[in-house]
């Protein structure tokens, strides 16, 4: 027995925009919501209408062109799993989200202060959530809406952590699903463990730390080595898979989600040249052909470039995930859409719909980040932020690291095995964003390359997979130097990331720990949030709109009109 799927690829579609709808139906007027939701229902069911469709249309006389509309199409996957297989998968998705801590269910790292927070007021307050100063909660909370829904209607703070398990559990399953497509179990585990050369460091801590061996190990141990190089509010690092799991589901899962399926849409496009025709077709598919050509009895295939939809729907739908994982995701849609050269030479009629299609459901979320209160964040070069040359060396030594040494490895591997050939532009892209990442700082910790530069490691981590396999059948013929020189190479790489691994099956996974779950926050509003980071900056006003921004004046709905009781005058004195 098997399980199958007609498309993965539009279950994670679907999986993106449920929230999305949510967040339209209780945080926007109700013209708005229609609006945003006609829209996306319309884009869904050209998808799902024209995925099944072949790309040709083959037809008997050349002036008739059938569904001209297919060509604006999803792309199609179809995969099936052993039951075992799939069994397998749910169950290692089951465990890393239980691990990780999501509900509650275990100890949770310290980012988990911000997830139980919001989500408890997401269940306590009306939608959309508004404080007695007059804000609003300006976040990008898509991740936390279906179970806030879900407590609101049955069980309460009670049941929400239930709720929130669940749904994170469905996301990752969808991704491991996808990854298993790409590169089989063995690509899922290498994802899982799948880290930056950072450790290397860990190495030159050893050997120079005065300690003794004992004392510097255990200190690596127990204490949080992130590997922050420029040691200042917001160091340069790129998370691991495990590390950003554990801190931001939030923003982890919308860009794995969609970046994987941008890239299962490059591996899997092929191109097909169109067919000859006796006659030359016309430019528009309506024009008659002259009279004296005669009609043949036979087919002919007209093949018809699909518009490239689905990645921009994509886009579209991580922007109410995390805005910061849209920055990183934009050049690799781009690139879907030269890849398959599906871009339209020149707009028609329906390409401008859809694309009006598009921008209307891009819309609200514009409007409702622009009501963000000003946080006066530091961002900049990072070169302005430097003070000595010791800062210019670690500036430096994280390039080497985190960018030259990845360009290196792929750029010998593809020179010696050519074992991506046309993909491998799709690798030194993500190395290229990595590269701009690591020069720009935008946030107090750096928020827009330690989100942004998601999309691109995991790209780099289908590349290196690669790369890892051809090298491996390389290598098995060599020497035992260079064997153990890949398996050295692929140990460092892990280490890091089997460091959270291991330590989740201690007392104390993370070395700051939440000490309330998501009930315990009952009494408070987002604004508790500045008790643990007070005298740093202005960490509430990240969570909160203006209470003039257009947003709240025209598509907030309105404030429920209180009921007026009459009140009968007591004048006794109240002591």
Not at 16 to 42: E, H, K, M
Not at 271 to 276: A, D, G, R, V
Not at 389 to 414: K, M, N, R
Not at 427 to 448: K, Q, T, V
């Amino acid at each position: 027995m098997k399980w199958k799927s007609k498309s993965s690829h539009f279950y994670t579609l679907v999986y993106l925009a449920i929230p999305v709808v949510i967040f339209w139906c209780g945080w926007f007027r109700w013209w708005v919501s229609l609006c945003a939701v006609l829209a996306l229902v319309g884009l869904v069911w050209f998808g799902w209408k024209f995925e099944t469709q072949t790309r040709s249309e083959t037809v008997r006389h050349p002036c008739v062109v059938k569904n001209y509309a297919q060509r604006f199409s999803f792309p199609t996957f179809h995969f099936s799993l052993p039951t075992f297989h799939f069994s397998f998968l749910l169950f290692l998705a089951f465990v890393w989200t239980y691990l990780a801590g999501v509900g509650g269910f275990r100890p949770q790292h310290f980012d988990y202060f911000k997830h139980n927070l919001i989500i408890n007021n997401l269940v306590r307050y009306n939608w959309p959530v508004r404080y007695p100063d007059g804000t609003y909660l300006c976040y990008y909370h898509a991740y936390y809406l279906p179970a806030a829904l879900l407590a609101k209607l049955v069980g309460g703070l009670a049941a929400v952590k239930y709720y929130i398990f669940g749904w994170t559990w469905l996301g990752l399953s969808l991704l491991f699903g996808q990854l298993n497509k790409l590169g089989g179990w063995k690509l899922v585990l290498f994802f899982m463990f799948f880290g930056c050369p950072e450790a290397i460091l860990l190495v030159y801590e050893v050997i120079k730390s005065p300690q003794t061996i004992g004392y510097t190990l255990t200190d690596l141990w127990t204490n949080d080595h992130n590997i922050e190089l420029i040691q200042t509010p917001g160091g340069l690092a790129f998370p691991s898979q495990v590390g950003a799991f554990t801190a931001v589901p939030q923003h982890a899962l919308a860009a794995w989600l969609t970046t994987i399926s941008l890239i299962t849409s490059i591996v899997n496009h092929k191109s097909t040249p169109t067919q000859p025709t006796p006659y030359p077709l016309l430019h528009t598919p309506y024009t008659i052909p002259p009279t004296s050509y005669t009609i043949p009895p036979t087919s002919y295939t007209i093949h018809l470039p699909p518009f490239p939809l689905s990645p921009f729907f994509l886009l579209a739908l991580s922007l109410y995930w995390s805005p910061l994982v849209t920055a990183g995701l934009l050049p690799f849609v781009l690139y879907c859409v030269y890849s398959q050269k599906s871009a339209p030479k020149k707009l028609s009629f329906f390409h401008s719909f859809i694309l009006s299609l598009l921008i209307i459901i891009t819309l609200p979320a514009l409007i409702f980040y622009a009501g963000h209160l000003p946080m006066h964040a530091p961002h900049g070069w990072w070169w302005t932020f430097l003070k000595d040359p010791h800062q210019y060396a670690l500036l430096g030594t994280f390039l080497a690291l985190g960018v030259g040494f990845w360009a290196i490895l792929v750029w010998f591997l593809e020179r010696k095995y050519r074992v991506l050939g046309k993909d491998a532009s799709l690798l030194w892209l993500a190395l290229g964003i990595l590269l701009g990442l690591s020069l720009y700082r935008y946030g107090h910790f750096n928020d827009l390359a330690r989100r942004a530069s998601l999309p691109a490691t995991l790209v780099l981590c289908w590349g290196v997979f690669r790369l890892g396999v051809a090298w491996s059948k390389s290598v098995a013929t060599k020497s035992l130097l260079q064997r153990w020189a890949f398996y050295i190479l692929h140990f460092t790489l892990f280490i890091l990331p089997l460091k959270h691994h291991l330590r989740w099956f201690t007392a104390q996974p993370y070395t700051a720990i939440v000490d309330k779950k998501i009930v315990d926050f009952t009494p408070y509003s987002i604004h508790y949030l500045a008790k643990y980071h007070w005298g740093e900056f202005d960490v509430v006003a990240q969570y909160l709109g203006k209470s003039d921004a257009w947003y709240s004046r025209y598509l907030a709905p309105p404030l429920p009109q209180k009921t007026k009781k009459s009140v009968s005058v007591n004048y006794r004195l109240v002591i």
